[in-house]
């Protein structure tokens, strides 16, 4: 049994679906992602149910995938519709396909037993807002997703971790506030509700209000229980002619790409069991939002 919880996980931007098949591998189960003839996105399983091949090493021919071992057709649905040693379909046959949505330029996958809406408010605002114009980064981190939610949860490693980045000028918050709800957590870091504001969306979202014309959406994907794929959204509403935001773009991703450094060592030496399993751990006053994250986290398991 793994660690992760039942819900819509954010896997992968569509943008990154370049070619007819995708390989990839999520929540520990190893992916193919591709477009049938109507360009609807289909989730399914890397694994002929015959005798356990890989369907990416086979083909495509009049949507469907064919298994290169025995040439079993499988069709959008995830059906067997064609066994040439029989000459005809074989019902029983049938390929893992998960319910998939395409929402705010991510693809969506819902894991788990009874599927249920998928809640991504806060994440659409921001989308529509900012008319989808973003620049993004992504990067690998050998850590459990818990773990790296829990970095973006954390303001108070940002002196030491961050001495000479993002952590330079902060002051440590006197009166933060933590909300928790059904779908996430918002936390404030100022009286009043002031200023910068970070919000968890259940379960691998993560929003960082810089301003009203600035904002980061983090999408954690868990690969597996050991490896969790950030990719780093930035949104903003200046600097955006043509040749102004490429070289803006270029400057923001480099800098995402070394405060990224600076946490990776870190949290990568914490281990890589799930944090919420961590009873060892005593958190302190500023740990309000992790110690809500691991209530969250436990409840929806």
């Not at 090493?57 to 040693?85: L, M, R």
């Not at 991510?106 to 788990?112: I, L, S």
């Not at 014309?213 to 229980?225: D, L, R």
């Amino acid at each position: 049994m793994n660690s992760f919880p039942q819900g819509w996980y954010a896997i992968l931007p569509l943008k990154e679906i370049r070619s007819r098949l995708v390989v990839i591998k999520r929540l520990g189960i190893d992916l193919i992602v591709w477009r049938d003839n109507k360009n609807q996105i289909i989730v399914m399983e890397d694994l002929c149910p015959h005798r356990s091949a890989k369907l990416s090493v086979g083909t495509f021919k009049d949507n469907k995938i064919i298994c290169k071992f025995h040439a079993f057709e499988y069709d959008a649905s995830g059906q067997c519709v064609h066994a040439p040693e029989f000459n005809k379909p074989i019902p029983k046959l049938c390929v893992k396909k998960f319910a998939t949505k395409v929402e705010i330029g991510m693809v969506w996958m819902f894991y788990g037993l009874i599927e249920n809406d998928l809640a991504i408010e806060p994440l659409q605002q921001i989308y529509d807002t900012f008319a989808g114009t973003y620049c993004y980064i992504s990067k690998i981190w050998k850590s459990h997703i818990t773990r790296c939610i829990e970095n973006q949860l954390d303001y108070t490693h940002l002196p030491s971790v961050h001495h000479n980045t993002i952590g330079k000028k902060f002051t440590m918050p006197q009166n933060a506030k933590f909300i928790k709800s059904f779908d996430g957590i918002k936390s404030f870091h100022r009286d009043n509700n002031d200023g910068p504001s970070t919000e968890y969306v259940f379960p691998n979202s993560w929003i960082l209000n810089i301003s009203a014309n600035f904002k980061m959406i983090v999408f954690f994907v868990p690969i597996s229980e050991v490896e969790t794929k950030f990719y780093i959204f930035n949104f903003r509403q200046f600097l955006n002619n043509f040749m102004t935001k490429k070289i803006f773009d270029f400057i923001l991703n480099i800098t995402n790409k070394i405060i990224l450094r600076q946490d990776q060592m870190v949290v990568e030496s914490q281990g890589l069991t799930p944090s919420n399993l961590s009873n060892n751990e005593l958190l302190m006053k500023h740990d309000g939002a992790i110690k809500l994250f691991r209530e969250l986290w436990n409840e929806r398991m």
